[in-house]
């Protein structure tokens, strides 16, 4: 498994860079913040992004299907008398 790491100042930058490098369907498997400084001067904030793109993930986007949920009885019969 091909891991990468990628590092940018905020989230949406950090996965940006994911999709142009490892395509649409990567999945990203961990993000931290990180203290990143030159010549340590000025440390500034980071997003630290672990993305492959040969790990197979289940979309939390999936339609999921409702004909397998429990049906309430009580709504399904005839008029209570």
């Known amino acids: 498994m091909q891991v990468k790491t990628f590092r940018a ?7 940006r860079q994911v999709r142009l490098s490892l395509g649409p369907d990567a999945a990203v498997l961990h993000t931290r913040e990180v203290r990143h400084s030159r ?12 993305a492959s793109s040969d790990t197979v993930v289940a979309s939390r986007f999936a339609s999921s299907d ?6 309430n009885a009580a709504h399904t019969s005839g008029p209570v008398m």
């Not at 100042?9 to 996965?15: G, K, N, T």
């Open 9 to 15: 100042r905020s989230l949406q930058e950090a996965l």
């Open 39 to 50: 010549l340590g001067l000025f440390p500034q904030s980071m997003i630290e992004v672990e």
């Open 66 to 71: 409702h004909s397998s949920a429990p049906s």
